[in-house]
């Protein structure tokens, strides 16, 4: 398992410790999480802008997908 180390002025570091406190996380836990939610965000809005990118304007009405799907 990596160490990764991580500096901070007080501040913060008390802001963090007060928050993992209160959510009942180590700091690892919330790092972790952070780091990860992080990229996963920017992943999505790669995706998103491929999707606007790649849009041809159609669009197909509720009823046309009940009828598609046969509901």
Do not use: C, P, W
Request: charged share 30%; proline share 0%.
């Amino acid at each position: 398992m990596a160490t990764m180390t991580l500096r901070i002025n007080e501040q913060d570091s008390d802001l963090i410790k007060n928050y993992i406190h209160l959510h009942g996380l180590t700091i690892s836990e919330f790092a972790r999480q952070a780091m990860l939610e992080r990229i996963e965000d920017d992943y999505d809005l790669q995706v998103l802008r491929q999707a606007i990118a790649e849009d041809d304007g159609k669009r197909l009405s509720h009823e046309d997908i009940m009828k598609e799907f046969g509901l």
